[in-house]
């Protein structure tokens, strides 16, 4: 049986559809890496039942698991109050004997990750009710460290087995489901009963929980959670200290709402450097801390000691659902109320397009073809009348070949790094993957860039292409890297890791001047190579004059118009996308990014479209600029959203910090300004193309 044009566009759009619908529920899985497996190890095993133990048996007769050593690896210190990264150790923590950097890419560098070995080490299925990390005496350095950190809300990120250490965290709307905070906090603030000083505390016992998902047949464990949770024992916290033993399940911090972990003042008799024993912190019962235990203090002088116990609880969880936790989605709605508002706008300026194409625009075509006398011609108005100077090269046309080149190049790597996320090659688990594959493929992009502006150029007949290159090579990058220095200055000042190290900003220039310079030379050279791009009608030795146009065609109205569309086509999804970058969270939702960015191409191509038809029946033929800024001024309302988002969502107070944000969201709308007027240059382009190659001149 024959298949026709129909079926076959229905079989191709259901296979994407198909595909989309998986993506946007498994885009966060990472295809090619093996999980790790724990082997079962021989030993015994103590059967607990309260404070009793109950038998001793060979874990071989049980086949349980155990032994494999663990090594939990410490990160940087973070708060979304700052947004300036810390190493772990800045703080005065426990300190291996040597400490060891983990070789990072450079996602994780650029992000400020620091990743390090820690005194934290497990074995396998044995629960360790009570190890003593290190003891530390605070000079007036280290209180004071601790205590900004404290006051700037910062949180301690650990990485055990690839997946970071998380605090459950109760839901507002009281629903069960596990939702979880990213990291520790480092410590709080409080007064004791009857007193109104306010005192720095901090969290010095930490409770592990590793969740694992038990293999039968392979006999074999896989870590699937890692969590620090909070003891059955504690201390009521409210705006002052009460003892309520074994009454919460955790320091309950009420002046935030949040579960937080244990402050314990640890006491010894005798301190033994090989085998300290605490007082306070009994191995040998499941009741660690006593109920009457002081919280400790952060002060110079003071000894602080570090302990911590670990519990192994088997899991349903499997090893490719376990960062499903981590990033649960209580808001798909709101995602697809997304779709919906941008599918409206999408649906009602295709509507627009359709009617000047299918009417208006045939019309006129019609209309234009069939008169018979110069008379009737020289009557007759509307676009037609421009079309001696339509295709005339606009004021700084080597300037506009640039900003199309690097809009080409910003597009290219967008594109390709969404279809990587879809495939879920760029997914949380992978840290820092979705940065280096954007800086790895703007450099290759550079191709495109010089192909493209070396077309437009040759097109205007320009014969400076060296010039015109060496731009498209440097004028985008060379704008970024300033802002980037001089915030990059800031946060060294700041002593803060997130500031890029010499030799990673010398791998950058190197990818820049390098790989990205020579393929944006390439390309240029095969653009002209190319013949030039011929214009449909000719164009006239003398400009004609533009007539006086009506106040809602002047240039600055209706270039701040076009951009209001594009712009509401995605500002909800915006705001998802800032709230991952500024409040640590992840964005996996890849499937949602890839429809927005699908309607937002549509969106600037329309909108363009509608205005350049509406701009050449006022007989003004200077289109050129006018589509790249109309679409491009979207990025105008996104960094006003960015002003709106920071006073009402971000609790940024350091002048530091609130440079940065706004250094950064200044690069965020530049580049979105680059991406979003070459998509409605090069829509208004074909459309301009298509008009005049329809008509008949004489």
């Not at 402050?263 to 801390?289: A, F, G, V």
């Not at 194409?357 to 019609?366: A, F, V």
């Not at 205007?460 to 440097?474: D, V």
Request: proline residues 3%.
């Amino acid at each position: 049986m024959k298949k026709t044009k129909g079926s076959s566009f229905r079989f191709y759009a259901t296979l994407f559809l198909s595909f989309l619908s998986f993506s946007l529920s498994r885009a966060f899985y990472l295809p090619g890496v093996a999980p790790r497996d724990f082997q079962k190890l021989g030993g015994t095993i103590e059967w607990v039942e309260g404070d009793t133990v109950l038998s001793v048996i060979e874990k071989e007769s049980l086949n349980v698991l155990s032994g494999d050593p663990l090594y939990v690896k410490v990160n940087k210190l973070s708060s979304t109050k700052t947004q300036l990264p810390y190493d772990y150790y800045y703080l005065n923590y426990c300190k291996p004997r040597k400490i060891v950097n983990n070789a990072e890419n450079l996602g994780e560098v650029l992000r400020g990750d620091r990743i390090e070995n820690s005194v934290y080490t497990f074995q396998m299925l044995e629960d360790q009710p009570c190890k003593v990390g290190c003891r530390v005496k605070l000079d007036a350095e280290s209180t004071k460290n601790f205590k900004e950190k404290i006051d700037d809300e910062y949180r301690a990120n650990m990485i055990l087995d690839n997946l970071p250490v998380a605090v459950l965290r109760q839901r507002r709307d009281g629903s069960q489901s596990t939702t979880y905070e990213h990291g520790f906090r480092v410590g709080f603030k409080g007064s004791y009963e009857g007193s109104k000083e306010e005192k720095y505390f901090i969290h010095n016992h930490l409770s592990f929980r590793v969740m694992y998902h038990r293999d039968l047949e392979s006999d074999s464990a896989r870590i699937v959670g890692f969590e620090v949770t909070p003891k059955r024992s504690c201390l009521l916290v409210i705006t002052s200290f009460t003892y309520f033993p074994d009454v919460c399940l955790g320091s309950l911090y009420k002046l935030t709402g949040l579960c937080l972990l244990d402050s314990i003042l640890h006491e010894y008799k005798e301190w033994d450097e090989s085998n300290p024993q605490l007082t306070t912190c009994n191995k040998d019962t499941k009741n660690l801390i006593q109920s009457n235990t002081a919280p400790q203090e952060v002060e110079q002088g003071k000894e602080i000691v570090f302990t911590y116990d670990v519990s192994f609880k088997e899991s349903e969880i499997k090893w490719a659902s376990r960062w499903d936790t981590y990033l649960l989605m209580n808001d798909d709605q709101i995602h697809w109320f997304s779709i919906i508002n941008s599918l409206m706008i999408v649906l009602f300026l295709s509507g627009m397009v359709a009617m000047i194409m299918m009417r208006t625009l045939y019309k006129d075509i019609s209309n234009y073809n069939q008169l018979e006398t110069q008379d009737e011609a020289q009557e007759e108005t509307g676009w037609k009348l421009v079309h001696g100077d339509v295709f005339r090269p606009p004021v700084n046309s080597g300037l506009l070949c640039v900003y199309v080149g690097t809009g080409v190049q910003i597009f290219g790597m967008s594109l390709v790094t969404m279809m990587f996320a879809l495939l879920g090659f760029l997914s949380p688990s992978n840290r820092g993957g979705l940065m280096t594959a954007m800086v790895l493929l703007w450099v290759f992009m550079g191709i495109f860039a010089g192909y493209s502006s070396s077309r437009l150029h040759k097109m205007f007949k320009g014969n400076k292409w060296k010039r015109m290159t060496l731009k498209t090579a440097f004028m985008f990058p060379g704008i970024l890297f300033a802002i980037f220095f001089v915030l990059n200055g800031l946060i060294w000042g700041e002593q803060s890791s997130g500031a890029i190290p010499f030799g990673t900003m010398f791998a950058l220039f190197c990818l820049w001047f390098g790989i990205s310079v020579p393929l944006v030379f390439v390309g240029s050279y095969l653009g002209y190579k190319k013949p030039a791009i011929e214009a449909p009608v000719k164009t006239n030795k003398i400009p004609r004059q533009v007539p006086e146009q009506p106040w809602y065609m002047k240039p600055v109205f209706s270039i701040l118009i076009g951009g209001v569309l594009p712009f509401g086509a995605v500002f909800i999804e915006l705001f998802f996308i800032l709230t991952s970058i500024w409040l640590n969270q992840f964005y996996y939702i890849f499937g949602f990014l890839f429809i927005v960015f699908l309607i937002l191409i549509v969106t600037c191509a329309e909108i363009t479209v509608v205005l350049c038809y509406f701009q050449l029946c006022s007989e003004d033929y200077n289109w050129w600029w006018r589509a790249y800024l109309t679409a491009g001024s979207s990025a105008f309302y996104l960094f006003l959203y960015s002003i709106f988002y920071f006073f009402t969502k971000l609790e940024i107070t350091k002048l530091v910090s609130g440079m940065l944000y706004f250094g950064y969201m200044i690069i965020i709308s530049y580049a979105f300004f680059v991406l979003t007027g070459t998509i409605g240059f090069y829509a208004c382009f074909w459309f301009v193309r298509k008009i005049y190659s329809s008509v008949k001149i004489d």
